[in-house]
């Protein structure tokens, strides 16, 4: 089955041939089709409290799918995000001249972090406290981060010392002890109070919160599973915004961004993807059950949940009235949940049984896209792949063009990945979301960087940045390096 055919069966399915275009949930899932996911989000979440009892659960389907299909997109944007933003730091660190900036050290301190390099991003935050330039509230935001990084390391006493010293109450401040409490597990110390006792701060001064809070919010309640308020906060925040501006020089200015913002909001929507899914496959409907069996077997295998993942998939594999083309995939899934559960040999066992199926590219594309996700290699996989791009050429054969473009990416071999996810890119729309998957085009934009082509990346996410907002980080970083790169202004113009 086509991907795109797969994606029209579920529509059909959700929303019937009665009900006419003006109904929310056919709209809904027109707009996720086109992959407006945020705009298809927006219309079902408002939609929920007026929906008649009967189509609840699709329309939970409905949402946890595209819930999903965000938070898939929202984690490889986090990731490019934080590639372009450690190449810009670490430029304009080695810069003395015009573009020097005290800044950098705290934000190179933050990215590390996010980029899970502790003891480096320690370093960072150590260098900017040491910097007599530092503003005070900057400096408790190095060191709230410090401490996480500390703890991290298990290093506990120090992080403790550190967080103990943050008795400023400022809105920025509590939220980002709210997240880092949050993310080293400690419960104990109530982040949601916290945050609550933020927001009431921002209300009594009237002030709008900043996208720092913002950021620090959307984690919070994605760990709390605070699903509604965070929807609230999201539907009404500026996600373009920066946090820091700095002026170093006459004529420059520096804007930085929240590092952790995308992947925030990756976990948000995989969390409300989670909520929703569980509460359509509640349904006493066989099919909406059972196609929130597959997409939460896919949400808990993204979430940490192998187990649980295995669980779901097990049940959709057995029940004889599910999709026999969703089955396929959901052997896939089954394959790395193997893997990831210490199974190679059963992982491979059913990898090699799915190869031997009558050749289908999407069904090739997918094996090899969660190959790649979860880092298990499977040579069989790419060289079947591979033969199969070389016998077609079109749409139908642009998802198995993708998928081998995101190997050689993760290869590094990026000549390659260019060529294959150029081969796969629909020629008279290629930058626009409507006629491209989205994944496709920022695993594009990542390999035209790592092949210092910014000109071609930054087009993609100033197209995408139409649809998601909070895509204008990666391009003020990556205009930032092509600007030093090319000493020049460049010819894409983001603001």
Avoid at 199 to 213: C, D, F, T, V
Avoid at 465 to 473: L, N
Wanted: glycine content about 6%; overall charge positive; proline content about 4%.
């Amino acid at each position: 089955m086509k991907k795109t055919g797969l994606i029209f069966l579920l529509v059909t399915m959700l929303t019937g041939p009665s009900h006419a275009a003006i109904d929310p949930l056919t709209r809904g899932m027109q707009l996720y089709k086109k992959h407006h996911y945020e705009e298809a989000i927006h219309l079902l979440y408002t939609y929920l409290p007026s929906v008649e009892t009967g189509r609840q659960p699709k329309t939970y389907l409905g949402l946890g799918m595209i819930c999903l299909a965000n938070a898939r997109l929202y984690q490889d944007l986090y990731l490019a995000s934080l590639a372009a933003n450690l190449n810009y730091f670490n430029r304009l660190l080695s810069d003395k001249g015009l573009y020097g900036s005290h800044l950098v050290k705290l934000y190179l301190g933050l990215t590390l972090l996010e980029a899970g390099q502790l003891a480096e991003a320690a370093d960072f935050f150590k260098k900017f406290l040491a910097d007599e330039n530092g503003k005070p509230d900057d400096k408790y935001l190095a060191k709230i981060n410090l401490a996480t990084a500390l703890f991290l390391q298990d290093k506990h006493a120090q992080a403790h010392d550190l967080w103990s010293q943050v008795k400023i109450n400022q809105p920025e401040l509590l939220t980002s002890l709210a997240a880092a409490y949050s993310r080293v597990g400690l419960t104990q110390k109530m982040p949601l109070a916290t945050c609550n006792n933020a927001l009431e701060l921002l209300r009594q001064s009237g002030q709008a919160p900043s996208i720092q809070i913002i950021s620090n919010l959307i984690y919070v309640y994605a760990r709390e599973g605070r699903i509604d308020e965070g929807f609230e906060l999201i539907m009404s925040a500026d996600l373009r915004a920066f946090f820091h501006e700095e002026v170093p020089a006459k004529n420059k200015v520096i804007r930085f961004y929240d590092s952790a913002l995308l992947g925030n909001l990756s976990l948000f929507y995989g969390t409300a993807a989670l909520r929703f899914l569980e509460k359509a496959h509640s349904s006493p409907d066989k099919k909406v059950n059972g196609l929130a069996q597959y997409y939460l077997a896919e949400g808990y295998g993204l979430y940490g949940s192998p187990d649980r993942s295995m669980q779901m998939i097990n049940a959709f594999i057995s029940e004889s009235t599910n999709p026999p083309g969703l089955k396929k995939r959901a052997k896939i899934r089954q394959a790395i949940n193997w893997f990831r559960l210490g199974n190679d040999v059963a992982a491979n066992e059913q990898l090699n049984a799915l190869l031997q199926l009558e050749p289908d590219p999407n069904l090739m594309a997918d094996m090899l896209l969660a190959c790649i996700q979860y880092k298990f290699d499977a040579p069989q996989v790419v060289i079947q792949a591979s033969a199969m791009a070389q016998r077609g050429y079109g749409r139908p054969f642009s998802r198995i063009n993708f998928a081998l473009g995101k190997y050689y990416l993760w290869k590094q071999n990026y000549p390659k990945a260019v060529a294959y996810m150029e081969a796969g890119r629909d020629k008279s729309n290629k930058n626009r979301v409507e006629f491209n998957d989205p994944l496709m085009l920022v695993n594009l934009a990542q390999a035209y960087c790592r092949s210092k082509q910014f000109s071609e990346a930054l087009e993609i996410f100033f197209e995408m940045s139409k649809q998601f907002p909070a895509v204008r980080q990666i391009q003020v970083a990556l205009q930032g390096v092509y600007i030093m790169e090319q000493k020049s202004a460049g010819d894409v113009n983001i603001f």
